[in-house]
């Protein structure tokens, strides 16, 4: 039972986050010819700070919050990340390529490489994995020949 639980907590994440990628690819689209990529790449940083920050604050009120350095290693490593797909993202829509063909390979693209390198990563992978990342593959191939 906790694991059905658990479960469906985390698909619950995983649909929110979802839904907070589209908005995130929507709102890139809007403002990538309005925005140098470094611009708004940063501002998309310290705005994302501060919400985190304030989220923090209530957090911090119930009880100690820890982050080991191999967690900083890796947060730190994530900013840089988010950093890079933030400005390719502005960069990618300034250039005109169209939102309903750039957001599905950025997304289907990241779930792609977010499954082989969670095999890599010792996850076991079952066929209905291997399908997944073919399709989504498959899918963000044809729709980059859209865009020529």
Same mark, same amino acid.
């Given at each position: 039972? *906790?694991?059905? !639980?658990?479960?469906?907590?985390?698909?619950? %994440?995983? *649909?929110?986050? +979802?839904?907070?990628?589209?908005?995130?690819? &929507?709102?890139?689209?809007?403002?990538?010819?309005?925005?140098? #990529?470094?611009? $708004?790449?940063? @501002?998309?940083?310290?705005?994302a700070g501060s919400l985190g920050a304030v989220l923090l604050l209530f957090q911090y009120k119930s009880g100690m919050i820890l982050v080991s350095k191999k967690g900083l290693l890796?947060?730190?490593?994530?900013?840089?990340? +988010?950093?890079?797909?933030?400005?390719?993202?502005?960069?990618?829509? +300034?250039?005109?390529? #169209?939102?309903? *063909?750039?957001? #599905? @390979? =950025?997304? $289907?693209?990241?779930?792609?490489?977010?499954? @082989?390198?969670?095999? %890599?990563?010792?996850?076991?992978? &079952?066929?209905?994995?291997?399908?997944?990342? *073919?399709? !989504?593959?498959? $899918?963000? +191939?044809? =729709?980059?020949?859209?865009?020529?």
């Open positions: 039972m *906790v694991s059905y !639980v658990y479960m469906r907590s985390g698909l619950l %994440f995983a *649909v929110f986050g +979802a839904i907070s990628s589209a908005l995130w690819t &929507t709102f890139h689209f809007e403002a990538a010819s309005k925005v140098h #990529p470094i611009v $708004g790449a940063i @501002i998309v940083s310290i705005v890796f947060l730190a490593l994530l900013g840089v990340a +988010a950093f890079c797909t933030d400005y390719f993202a502005l960069r990618m829509f +300034a250039s005109d390529f #169209p939102l309903s *063909v750039g957001g #599905p @390979i =950025l997304i $289907g693209g990241s779930v792609a490489l977010a499954s @082989i390198i969670g095999f %890599f990563l010792g996850e076991t992978i &079952t066929i209905q994995a291997v399908a997944g990342v *073919v399709l !989504v593959t498959i $899918g963000a +191939a044809l =729709l980059s020949t859209v865009a020529r």
